[in-house]
């Protein structure tokens, strides 16, 4: 399995702030209290109660980090890792994240991670990747419970151990997380540290592939096709290859190919239907 490189974002203000409220907010930040500071910036980094202004948001940020507060420190690291509104720079963007994380912020606990994971801005440590992916798992995160499921399946910086594997996939895969799903799907079908069971991977990859993810989608095709945890339908089979295939997916028309010399013509043209209807409702009316 692969870590996936997925930097959580940043959540900004979706209520709608009034000018009295923003003028409250400033005074109480120009009296030096963190989380007003940090308010501002947001307010400032949306346009809400006062004309948009990236650079004085970063000014505030700045204000409210440097006095600990883990939500600005995070916000920090994010933008200088990224290069929003201040210039990428993946060292500065690490210690942003470690002090964040260093307080329990998970969404900075999953960043530096990954950042370890990769080795962007730091030597590369899957060690302290694992260290910070378990504080984030522990923690609920989809994300970090997802990248350390394969750290486990892959022994990177922990003990190989399918089952430790299994079980994070799992707990992110609950939470709606399409890379665990497919993962999941995958450690049925081969029985890594779970009972193999096509009926309970093709329930995983449906997930997946209901919300775009190609590889489950060829996947959930494969096992229509061969009657793998699913009655056998080539045009079921057709329908997701199809939308493997639409998703980028290198071998669905190839395997198309194949299965349409198998189909009669009315069902190629019935598949062709439901596939462009499965398509335009974005998987959600695909049978």
């Not at 202004?53 to 505030?60: F, L, M, P, S």
């Not at 694992?130 to 522990?138: D, I, Q, S, V």
Request: aromatic share 12%; net charge negative.
């Amino acid at each position: 399995m692969k870590i996936y490189l997925s930097i959580i974002l940043l959540a900004l203000l979706s209520t709608p702030i009034q000018s009295d409220e923003f003028a409250a907010t400033l005074k109480i930040a120009e009296q030096g209290n963190a989380s007003a500071q940090y308010n501002l910036g947001l307010m400032y980094a949306t346009g809400e109660g006062v004309p948009e202004n990236d650079k004085t948001a970063v000014k505030w940020y700045q204000k409210a980090a440097e006095q600990g507060y883990a939500p600005a420190q995070y916000d920090l690291g994010y933008r200088y890792s990224v290069g929003q509104d201040v210039p990428k720079n993946n060292k500065t963007a690490v210690i942003w994240y470690i002090k964040a994380a260093e307080q329990g912020h998970g969404e900075a606990q999953t960043n530096l991670g990954l950042i370890y994971a990769t080795g962007d801005g730091v030597p590369k440590n899957f060690k302290t990747a694992a260290m910070w992916w378990t504080k984030a798992a522990e923690q609920g995160y989809a994300v970090a419970q997802t990248n350390l499921a394969v750290l486990h399946d892959n022994g990177d910086g922990v003990p190989e151990n399918d089952i430790t594997a299994a079980m994070w996939a799992t707990k992110a895969a609950e939470q709606g997380n399409k890379n665990a799903q497919f993962n999941l799907g995958d450690m049925y079908a081969k029985g890594d540290g779970v009972p193999k069971n096509f009926k309970t991977a093709a329930m995983w990859w449906t997930k997946a592939a209901e919300q775009g993810y190609a590889s489950a989608q060829y996947s959930l095709g494969l096992t229509y096709a061969n009657g793998d945890g699913m009655p056998e339908s080539y045009m079921k089979a057709y329908v997701w290859w199809s939308m493997a295939k639409a998703s980028g997916h290198e071998k669905a028309q190839r395997s198309i190919d194949i299965i349409k010399e198998k189909m009669a013509k009315t069902q190629i043209a019935e598949a062709q239907l439901i596939a462009a209807k499965c398509y335009e409702s974005d998987y959600k009316d695909c049978y």
